[in-house]
Structure formats: structure tokens, C-alpha cells
């Protein structure tokens, strides 16, 4: 995490909004050849993201009343981006990654636009690596997981989504192996009908709901399949080694994902379809009323499985600075067969305007049925990209 004097927060915002009024392509700070010998480059490239968005539910209740300084337009993961590659000869590179996520309205103190809880910048990801185009990829770091890369993203297509996803739920996402983690290591090879995926992280722990999560050990695995040019299809597999503290009180237990994604685009039409298995990941809150003891064997002692589905296609406009128009359909269901009696599901329909100079505008219309009574809800987000 890091953290700044609110001038120099200013002064990033400022900064980054200076640049997106300039470009809205991927950004060349750096592209030097024959930096130290006569074979390398050195290139240092950045992009971003700023996303205003707005949710508007049909009615608050105990399900959503935290969220209603939602309705005026907050951040939505707004991001940016830094990449660097050292090329030492053809075959090899040397390459480190950042991505933080910025919250420009928190940034600016923009009252009544962020919630007090929310962080100025988070660091998502920060790892470095070496490349090789015969032997693969290798990286260590905070990275993004496995299981989100090859499998999560495939049906990740539209802005209120990954609700079947255990990311979402998890107190610990960026440490059970399902958002991203630290102390990652990483290796992956591509080949022309397939990509092959491995993961192992480290010990690592954090606290959250006055209980200690410590990941002893976690590995992960997956394969990409191309089935053509336009349809991968991807499974993967996680598993941790963790426990739980509470008091003089610990408890050993494991976890395990198992997931399965489809995706298609053939520059018009885009489907995602996908779901997963999620073993003692998604909490139960009502354990964090019992006993120390009986907290913590009962807190992460579930077993559920979601899906999700998207279609739309993509109409190339390409004049009135509208580039293409998006609609499309979309939906998810997540229900526990263990730990505690709940289920979501959600279906909705939505579009995606894509204008020139890196500027979008989304909205859905989301419908939802699950055991909190959440109400139904429209999406408004404004974007920029460069």
C-alpha cells in the first residue's frame, strides 16, 4: 500500500488526467536500443484507466444502504499501469510490472463520492521476471492469480461482474490465491494450440474480522486450450495449505478452486461462459459469533459453486466519434451447498459505446435474486482509456 501527503495526491491526479487529455494509446516513455551491447532494448510503457461510475438501485435496504454514495459516481477500479521489458538478445528479457489502483475522488477529497474506508491507491500488482521465447515466462511478485488470468477473465466481460467468482467473497482474496498475492511465483509457456500455467506462493498472512488467516503454502495449475483462432477454452486449479487464529486458538484446514472457462470473439460476436468449485474459500459469517474455537473451524468451512454467462456483439459504427456499439446479455448464480444457506443470481441486459480519443460510456440493467433481497439495480459508467 501507499501512501502520499494529500498535495502529492493532488498533484498524481492532476497529473494523470494531463495525460489522458493527450493521448489515449498506450504511452512510450522509453525506447532505446543498444543500451549495453549491441543486441538489447530497453522499452518502458505505460496505460490507464479512469472509470466513473453510478449505481443506482431500485430501493436501500439493509442488503445495500452502505453503498447509496454510490449513486452520485465513484471510482470503479480506475488504474494505471507501468511495464518494462529488457531485451538482452532475441531469446531473452528481462521485464518487471506495477498496476495501482487509483481512487481520484478520494484523491481530490471529493465529498460524498467515496467511502471513508476506501484507500488513495492500492498497489495491485508489482513483480519482475525473465522472459525467454524458447523456455517460457518466470516472475515473482504481488500477481495477478492464476486463476483469475487464464479462467475468471474469460467471463469477466462486463462492469458488475465476477459476482459467481469467489474473489468477490473471499475476506482474503489477495492472499488465499484468488485476486492476487504476494510472494508469487509464477511460471507460464505458451505454444501454438496451448498455454500451460504454474503457481506456487509462499507463507503469507493477514488479519481481517479479528481472526488470522496464515497461507502456509499454495499451488496452481492451468491449461489453456486454442481451439481455434476466434475460442480458448481454460481450466484451472488452486489449492492452499492455511490456518485460521483467534485468541489461543488455531485451526488447519485446506482449500481448493476448481474452475472451467469458454470464450469466443471473432471481431463481432464475444461469449463467456464459465462456473467453478469453491472448497472452504467462501466465508460464513454467522461462525463469527461463536467460540473462539468453533469461530475458526466454522468462519472458511463451506463449499460452494457459481457460474457466469455473457453474449453481445460488437456493431462498427466508425463515424459521429462512435467507434462501435456493444449490447449484450449477461447473468451469474452462486449458491453455498455448505457453511451457510445462501444464493445470488443475476441476469441483465446491457451496451458498451465506444467513442474516439479513448472515451466510453457503459449501462446495465441488472435484475437479482438472492437471499439478502438485493434489489434490482441500473449501472451507469463513464470511462477513459489511454
Same mark, same amino acid.
Given at each position: 500500500m501507499v501512501k502520499f501527503i494529500l498535495k502529492y495526491h493532488r498533484l498524481?491526479?492532476?497529473s494523470s488526467l494531463l495525460i489522458s487529455?493527450?493521448?489515449?494509446? +498506450? =504511452?512510450?516513455?522509453i525506447d532505446q536500443a543498444q543500451v549495453l551491447t549491441d543486441q538489447d532494448r530497453l522499452t518502458l510503457t505505460t496505460s490507464g484507466s479512469l472509470r466513473l461510475q453510478a449505481l443506482n438501485f431500485d430501493q436501500y435496504n439493509p442488503s445495500n444502504e452502505s453503498q447509496k454514495y454510490r449513486r452520485d459516481g465513484y471510482s470503479a477500479t480506475s488504474r494505471i499501469y507501468a511495464n518494462l521489458n529488457y531485451q538482452m538478445n532475441p531469446d531473452l528479457? *528481462?521485464?518487471? !510490472?506495477? +498496476?495501482?489502483? =487509483?481512487?481520484?475522488?478520494?484523491?481530490?477529497?471529493?465529498? !460524498?463520492?467515496?467511502?471513508?474506508?476506501?484507500e488513495n491507491i492500492t498497489t495491485e +500488482?508489482?513483480? @519482475?521476471?525473465?522472459?525467454?521465447?524458447?523456455?517460457?515466462?518466470?516472475?515473482? !511478485?504481488? =500477481?495477478?492469480? =492464476?486463476?483469475?488470468? @487464464? *479462467?475468471?477473465s474469460k467471463t469477466d466481460l462486463w462492469d458488475y461482474d465476477t459476482l459467481a $467468482?469467489? $474473489?468477490?467473497?473471499?475476506? @482474503?482474496?489477495?492472499?488465499d490465491g484468488t485476486q492476487a498475492g504476494r510472494k508469487s511465483l509464477r511460471y507460464e509457456k505458451k505454444f501454438e494450440r496451448f498455454d500451460i500455467y504454474l503457481g506456487y506462493q509462499f507463507k503469507d498472512d493477514t488479519t481481517t474480522q479479528g481472526i488470522r488467516y496464515q497461507r502456509e503454502s499454495g499451488q496452481? *495449475?492451468?491449461?489453456d486450450l486454442h481451439l481455434n483462432a476466434q475460442t480458448h477454452w481454460a481450466t484451472s486449479w488452486t489449492h492452499n495449505a492455511a490456518n485460521l487464529q483467534r485468541v489461543d486458538a488455531r485451526h488447519d484446514f485446506n482449500q481448493d478452486t476448481l474452475a472451467s472457462a469458454l470464450f469466443y470473439f471473432n471481431g463481432r460476436w464475444m461469449f463467456g461462459l464459465g462456473g467453478g468449485w469453491y472448497k472452504n474459500m467462501l466465508p460464513n459469517y454467522d461462525a463469527l459469533a461463536?467460540?473462539?474455537?468453533?469461530?475458526?473451524s466454522q468462519f472458511l468451512n463451506s463449499e460452494a459453486y457459481g457460474f457466469e454467462y455473457y453474449a453481445g456483439y460488437q456493431f462498427q459504427i466508425g463515424h459521429h466519434a462512435i467507434k462501435t456499439v456493444q449490447p449484450y446479455v449477461m447473468g451469474n448464480y452462486l449458491d453455498y451447498t455448505r457453511g451457510v444457506d445462501f444464493s445470488r443470481r443475476d441476469h441483465g441486459v446491457g451496451v458498451a459505446v465506444r467513442f474516439t480519443h479513448g472515451i466510453g460510456f457503459d449501462y446495465e440493467r441488472l435484475y437479482t435474486k438472492d437471499t439478502w433481497n438485493t434489489p434490482d439495480?441500473?449501472?451507469f459508467r463513464l470511462r477513459y482509456e489511454w
Open positions: 498524481i491526479a492532476a487529455s493527450s493521448t489515449f494509446a +498506450q =504511452i512510450t516513455l528479457s *528481462v521485464l518487471a !510490472g506495477y +498496476q495501482n489502483y =487509483i481512487n481520484p475522488p478520494k484523491i481530490l477529497d471529493w465529498e !460524498g463520492h467515496y467511502s471513508s474506508s476506501d +500488482q508489482a513483480y @519482475v521476471g525473465i522472459a525467454s521465447k524458447r523456455y517460457g515466462t518466470l516472475k515473482f !511478485g504481488k =500477481i495477478y492469480s =492464476i486463476y483469475y488470468d @487464464v *479462467v475468471g $467468482q469467489p $474473489q468477490t467473497w473471499s475476506p @482474503v482474496a489477495y492472499y496452481a *495449475v492451468a491449461l461463536l467460540p473462539a474455537s468453533a469461530s475458526l439495480m441500473h449501472l
